[in-house]
Each structure stands twice: as structure tokens, then as C-alpha cells.
């Protein structure tokens, strides 16, 4: 099994059960007011996110393990304005507070768009994703074909990784090592498992667009089994999260 | 009465290639259970993509309740009617869930929320799956990945299930559950053609058709059909055991029934025979029959 450092968590709270058009709304707004806060707005907001994602009641380990994923790349950008900032000279006070606004923003930025993996479900967040793009559908973009083939992508994330290991296995099983050796010989053995997955990766396509065919797909409009509808807790969240976006808007404004 | 019927089809994957169909006739009646055997490679899953449009012959037609295969117009209806459950489960089951995967073929069918929740409801009660409801498909075992390829299907209400060898590299008690369930749907009125090299399992159809090399060599029902031991054995499949059985004891020049597929048959055969040593009763109806 594999565990994506983004990975959707079970549980019972009014977070999950938020609308996910609603949820990934709210991230965009979010993101977009992060980029134009400054230090006591920023850590106001992930006093706010924090907040939220013990309401939402995740595991640490959900939300802070994607941060620690990041955190290399806060820290070079850190660095980077601290060394070099259009702020000030090296080691200035003013290149110093950029790099950490920025470092911040970043890492807010992850944070809440690790409550919304952690809380919403592949299915529904694709769902989501599906609703609000429909408009799209005016402009002849195919927005149902690109969702559904983001949900067969991630269906099959476990599969071709069991596959993978699978290969390596027998790989291993006629004497290959793939641990040791020069990096040019751990490269080689990584290509020569690569062309094998790839062309398990092309059959299986081509099985899988037959399958989809006979079940019927593309010969029309798609329905959905999950119905998205607005609830009085979203209309409360919706509320709420106004009335901080506003106070936010407020406070970056004047 | 609907039926699907293959009309003198010949099928090419490549043009001055041997066929890969060779003037195939079949013809399926509603409710009717109909088992397709062959060895590897003999065409009987490119037979089977035929029957809702996947391939397309390449001289004569396919028809399915007079709704031809190569008219563009009823293919929608053609692919809900005829459900097909492929011969690798992975390669059919393609959503994050159970549930939502049997909801795909009805959501395709453009239905409302209510109405495919209630297919997916009915489909996955029909094949045993519930508790699966809410699982991912990669963490189910091979038996179950079955059924709920088989619900899948079901959720688009078919009147024909074509199964393309749906036992394959299961363990017994799946194996078991599986061919029960296909049984069940037969008994409910559902027509059933079944793909497999398994004579035991071609046992249990109303009809069994044998092909070999692109061509339908023998068809009729499973004890006609089956108790052509040595013309089966030359095309590479096996009779099965209580067929065999029988067969060896009637070369012994007794006059044995030859007609026998399971062993409740073959003993309730040799117990008439240990009751009456004249050989009266035991006619030879068996062997005249075949011809």
C-alpha cells in the first residue's frame, strides 16, 4: 500500500460533510487572500486553519506531514530573499521578513490545502471539481471526460504500484539487485523496469477504454450517483467563512 | 421472442491473415444458458466482443433482438441489453469504489441520482456485495472483485450476460459462489453465455457450442455434446471426469450409457446395471443418439 503524503482520512465531522464545491471555493479564496496578507494576518490564518483542523478533527500527522514535505522548499525561498532580496542587501532586516512572509504563505498554502485532501474524498473532490467546471461545458471543453479520467487515473495509482513492485520482485527473483551498484547501474535497472510497466500501462488502456465502451459510456449526457446539494451547515460555513473573509479583505485594505 | 443472433460471421484482425472467425453461426434464445467452450486462441473472446459491438465483423451480421450490431443508432441499446463481464476483473473495474463503480453503467444510462442508487442497491444485493459497498477495488480478493464485476452489469439491467471465462484463477469456494450466482440469474430469466475451457462448468448450460480454430465445431446440448470424447480430446479440451468415466466403461463393449455428465449419473448407471446383469435396460440409447 502506498500513502500519499495528501491522503483523504475518515472520520465523522461537519468538516467532511461540507459541500466539496463549497470546500474547494473556500480554498481558492483562501489562497488567493494569503498571497496579499502580511505577518500578523498570516499567522491570524493559520491560527484559523489550525482551528479548523481540529474541528475537523484529522490526526497531526494528516495535515503536518505534507508541511514537512514542503518545508525544503520554504526554506530556500527563505534563503533565497535573505541572500538576495529586491527588499534590501543581503542579510537586511527587510529580506529576512520577506523570506519568512513568503516561507509562511507557503506553508499556510499547503497546510489548507491539506485539510481539504484530508477531509474531502478523492470521489467527491473530483465531483466537485466536476460541478463547478460545468460551465466550462459551454466553451466545448470536455469537462466530464477530464474528470472521469482523473478518477480512473487515481483508481489505478494502487494497482500499477502493485504492479511496479510485482516486476521489481521478479526482477529481483532472477538476480537483479537493485540496491547497490554505481548510479549509472541503479538507472539502467530502473529503465529496465520501466519499459515493462510501460507497456502493462498501454495494455491495460487499451483494456480498460473496451471495457468502459460496453458499459455504455460516451454514448450521452452522465448522471451521478452522488447529489450535490447545499445543507444549512454549508449555508453556516458559508456564512462564517464571509464574514473572516471580510474581516481579512478589511484589514489588507485599509 | 428476442434472441441474439450471429449470422455467417468471419472476423480479420489484419487483412490476408488466417480468421480469427471462420463463418460463425450461433443463435441465443432469451432465458436460454448457453456455455462456450474452446481452447486458447481459438477465437471465443473475440466471438464474444462481437455480441454488443466491440468488433465489428468483417462479413455477416450480428444481430441482438433484430437490432443490428453495425447500425450506429442502437448501439446504446445494444450495449445495455447485452452486459459483459470481461475476463479480468481489473480491467472492468475502473471507480474509487464498489458502490460508485456499479453506479457507472447506470449513470451512463444518464438515469436520476434515486433511480441509480437503487440499481446499485438491487445489484449489489443480488450478487452478495454489500458489505463491500464502501471499499476500494484494490483491496478486494479476486472472488469478490468478480461478483462486483458481475453487479456492474447487473446495475444496467441486461436481458443477456456474457461471461468470458469467469473462474479463472479463482480458489474453489469463490469459484463456487460465482457460477451459483451465474446459475441463479439464469433461473430469473436472465440469458446466459458463458465463455470458459472448463467442461465441468459447460456441464451446468441448457447448450454447450464447442469452437476450435475460428469455427463452431459442435453445438448442441451437454450431453450430446460432451460425449464426443475423442473429437473434444482432438481439440485440445477434456470431457469431464463422470464423461469420461462412462466412456471407458462402455469401450470395454458393455453397452454402457455414454451420455453422462455428472457422477450422480454415472452411478445411478452402473446401480441399474448391478440390478439387471441382462444389459436389457440399460439400452444403448446413449450411443445412438450422437451422430
Known amino acids: 500500500m502506498i500513502n500519499l503524503p495528501c491522503h483523504y482520512i475518515s472520520r465523522e465531522s461537519a468538516v467532511h460533510r461540507l459541500d466539496p464545491r463549497l470546500k474547494i471555493v473556500m480554498l481558492i479564496l483562501f489562497s488567493l487572500f494569503i498571497l496579499r496578507t502580511d505577518g500578523p494576518a498570516l499567522a491570524a490564518a493559520a491560527c484559523l486553519l489550525v482551528a479548523a483542523s481540529r474541528f475537523a478533527r484529522t490526526p497531526w500527522r494528516a495535515v503536518y506531514s505534507p508541511i514537512r514535505t514542503v518545508a525544503p522548499l520554504a526554506l530556500m525561498v527563505l534563503l533565497a530573499h535573505v541572500l538576495m532580496s529586491d527588499a534590501g542587501p543581503a542579510f537586511s532586516r527587510a529580506g529576512w521578513e520577506k523570506g519568512f512572509l513568503l516561507a509562511g504563505q507557503c506553508l499556510v498554502l499547503v497546510l489548507a490545502a491539506s485539510i481539504l485532501t484530508a477531509t474531502t474524498s478523492h470521489l467527491e473532490l473530483i465531483g466537485g471539481m466536476d460541478r463547478l467546471l460545468r460551465p466550462l461545458r459551454r466553451l466545448k471543453l470536455p469537462v466530464q471526460d477530464i474528470s472521469m479520467m482523473l478518477s480512473v487515473a487515481l483508481r489505478f495509482v494502487p494497482v500499477l504500484a502493485e504492479e511496479a513492485r510485482r516486476t521489481g520482485e521478479a526482477a529481483k527473483a532472477r538476480g537483479a539487485d537493485p540496491g547497490s551498484g554505481s548510479i549509472l547501474r541503479r538507472a539502467r535497472h530502473m529503465a529496465a523496469l520501466g519499459l515493462p510497466l510501460a507497456m502493462q500501462c498501454l495494455l491495460r488502456a487499451q483494456y480498460l477504454a473496451e471495457s468502459i465502451e460496453a458499459r455504455g459510456y460516451g454514448s450521452g449526457e452522465r448522471s451521478s450517483l452522488r447529489e450535490f446539494r447545499f445543507r444549512k451547515t454549508d449555508y453556516a460555513a458559508l456564512a462564517v467563512s464571509l464574514i473572516i473573509f471580510a474581516a481579512f479583505f478589511i484589514y489588507v485594505n485599509y | ?291
Open chain 2, 1 to 291: 421472442m428476442g434472441m441474439i443472433k450471429v449470422d455467417d460471421i468471419s472476423f480479420f484482425y489484419e487483412e490476408g491473415d488466417e480468421p480469427a472467425l471462420d463463418r460463425v453461426s450461433l443463435e441465443v434464445t432469451e432465458g436460454e444458458y448457453l456455455a462456450l467452450i474452446g481452447p486458447n486462441g481459438c477465437g471465443k473472446t473475440t466471438l464474444m466482443r462481437h455480441l454488443n459491438g466491440l468488433v465489428l465483423p468483417s462479413s455477416g451480421a450480428v444481430k441482438i433482438d433484430g437490432m443490428d450490431t453495425a447500425d450506429h443508432r442502437s448501439r446504446k441499446e445494444i450495449r445495455r441489453r447485452v452486459g459483459m463481464v470481461f475476463q479480468n476483473p481489473d480491467h472492468q473495474i475502473i471507480s474509487m469504489t464498489v458502490e460508485e463503480d456499479v453506479g457507472f453503467g447506470p449513470c451512463n444510462l444518464g438515469l436520476s441520482p434515486a433511480e441509480v442508487s437503487g440499481r446499485v442497491r438491487e445489484a449489489l444485493r443480488a450478487t452478495a456485495t454489500e458489505p463491500f459497498a464502501k471499499r476500494a477495488p484494490h483491496t478486494l480478493s479476486g472472488g469478490e472483485k468478480r461478483l462486483v464485476a458481475v453487479a456492474g452489469v447487473l446495475a444496467m439491467k441486461p436481458r443477456y450476460l456474457v461471461l468470458d471465462e469467469p473462474t479463472s484463477s479463482l480458489d474453489p469456494g469463490s469459484r463456487r459462489r460465482v457460477l451459483d450466482l451465474v446459475k441463479s440469474l439464469n433461473r430469473d430469466g436472465l440469458a446466459v453465455i458463458h465463455v470458459t475451457h472448463d467442461v465441468e462448468e459447460a456441464t451446468a448450460a441448457d447448450r454447450v457450442a464447442v469452437m476450435s480454430r475460428g469455427r463452431i465445431v459442435l453445438n448442441g446440448r451437454p450431453a450430446e455434446v460432451l460425449s464426443r470424447v475423442e473429437e473434444i480430446r482432438n481439440i485440445g479440451l477434456d470431457v469431464p471426469f463422470a464423461t469420461d468415466l462412462a466412456w471407458r466403461l462402455n469401450r470395454l463393449g458393455n453397452g454402457f450409457r455414454t451420455d453422462i455428465l455428472t457422477l450422480e449419473q454415472a452411478l445411478s448407471e452402473i446401480l441399474v446395471r448391478l440390478d439387471a446383469p441382462g444389459r436389457q435396460k440399460g439400452s444403448d440409447g446413449g450411443r445412438s443418439n450422437i451422430s
